[in-house]
C-alpha cells in the first residue's frame, strides 16, 4: 500500500515536509524490508531525526539528530534493540527547550520538574492531544 495512504494521524496534521519525510522513507523501507512494522518503525526514525511530536503534530526541531537515547544506540539502524522511546520528544534538547513545549502544551507543575520528568509529561500530554484530534475527525 503507498505510504501516502497509511500516513499516521499525526503527520496528516503536519508540514508537508514532514509528510514527505515520513513518505519517502516508508517507501523506500517497504523496498529493502517489506510492508509491516519495520518500515513504519523505520519512517519513524527519519522524522524524530527532523522533527519532534508537540500537541497533535510533528514540528521541525531547532537542529537535526537523535530524539532520545533509544535512537542515537540505534544509530539510525531499522532494527531497535528493547527499549523505549521518549514518543517523538526531543529528550535531548535543552531543558529550556522542554520547558517552552510543556508552556506550549499548558503542562501544570512544569517549573518543579526534571528534564526526565517533563519529558515523560510531555509525552502524555501529546498522546492526549493526539487522541483528541483523533475523536474529531
Known sequence: MPAGEELPSALKRSSK???ETWIKTHDSAVESY???ERAHRTAFSAVKHSFEKVGD???PKD???PSDSQ???SGGKARQSAGSTAGGVNANATKEH???VARRLDVKGRSRMTKDELVQV????NDRETAK???SE
Do not use: S, T, V
Not at 510531555?122 to 500530554?125: F, N
Open 17 to 19: 515536509k514532514a509528510q
Open 98 to 100: 522542554l520547558m517552552d
Open 63 to 65: 537542529a537535526k539528530g
Open 34 to 36: 517489506g510492508e509491516g
Open 133 to 135: 484530534a483523533r475523536r
Open 71 to 73: 535512537a542515537a544506540r
Open 122 to 125: 510531555i509525552r502524555q500530554a
Open 57 to 59: 503534530r510533528w514540528q
